[in-house]
């Protein structure tokens, strides 16, 4: 079983709306989670991290996390044709070095 | 500049031979992570240090070596063993190894391996 899980997609969002990515997790000792984002042929780069339920902004960014429900989502403001990229979920245990990686959600933001 | 670097950033391997990938950083970050990415797909654990001559295996570490001699430089070897060497390998960083929540990982550009 996977522990971390993301829609592969591709997500289609038309610019200037909301886009949505989800993650869910199987591990109830999940610590922080994390999004990155790959654009194709490059290394990914951190968005932003979370670790406390709730929301956290960042610009045009917000990630939400449930730990009850054990998933985590980011929520892309205004999304422009620069935000087509993949978007990874990570997350840490307890305790750990260690951070797992979902296989990542395409998104797409059509003009 | 900051950063993390990783060299060559192609590179072709013939069957039967072994080949280097480097990973240098200069901010004095205390752990590296080597990771694997094949095409749609996520990123792997291969291998990971916390401090300097130590070193564990990560998921995937069957085929690879690596050496943690230097706080900078975190190398990583993929041997003949490795039956399926092509892909994407990143190389990352972070501060602290010690597991606080809030310490997050830095990628270098990364290195594309070809075997032909």
């Known amino acids: 079983q996977k522990e971390v899980e993301q829609n592969s997609g591709p997500l289609s969002v038309p610019e200037g709306a909301i886009a949505s990515l989800n993650c869910t997790y199987s591990?109830?000792?999940?610590?922080?989670f994390f999004w990155y984002r790959q654009y194709s042929g490059k290394s990914p780069e951190l968005i932003m991290f979370?670790?406390?339920?709730g929301d956290k902004e960042d610009g045009r960014f917000t990630a939400q996390l449930n730990k009850a429900s054990q998933y985590v989502s980011l929520l892309i403001r205004d999304s422009q044709p620069s935000d087509s990229a993949t978007y990874l979920c990570?997350?840490?245990?307890?305790?750990?070095?260690?951070?797992?990686f979902g296989s990542g959600t395409r998104l797409s933001i059509r003009p | 500049d900051g950063g993390i670097t990783q060299s060559p950033k192609y590179l072709f391997r013939k069957e039967g031979q072994n080949v280097t990938l480097s990973c240098e950083q200069n901010?004095?970050?205390?752990?590296m992570y080597w990771y694997r990415q094949d095409p749609g797909q996520g990123l792997r654990l291969i291998y990971y240090?916390?401090?300097?001559?130590?070193?564990q295996k990560g998921d995937i570490a069957e085929g690879y070596s690596v050496s943690r001699e230097k706080k900078e430089s975190f190398p990583l070897t993929v041997t003949s063993a490795q039956k399926n060497p092509t892909a994407f390998y990143l190389c990352?960083?972070?501060?602290?190894?010690?597991?606080?929540?809030?310490?997050?990982?830095?990628f270098g550009p990364g290195t594309r391996l070809t075997v032909l």
């Open positions: 990570a997350i840490r245990y307890s305790s750990a070095s260690k951070i797992i």
């Open positions: 591990d109830r000792g999940s610590q922080s």
């Open positions: 979370i670790y406390s339920n």
């Open positions: 901010l004095n970050h205390d752990a």
């Open positions: 240090s916390q401090i300097v001559n130590d070193f």
């Open positions: 990352a960083s972070s501060i602290d190894a010690g597991g606080r929540s809030t310490d997050t990982q830095y």
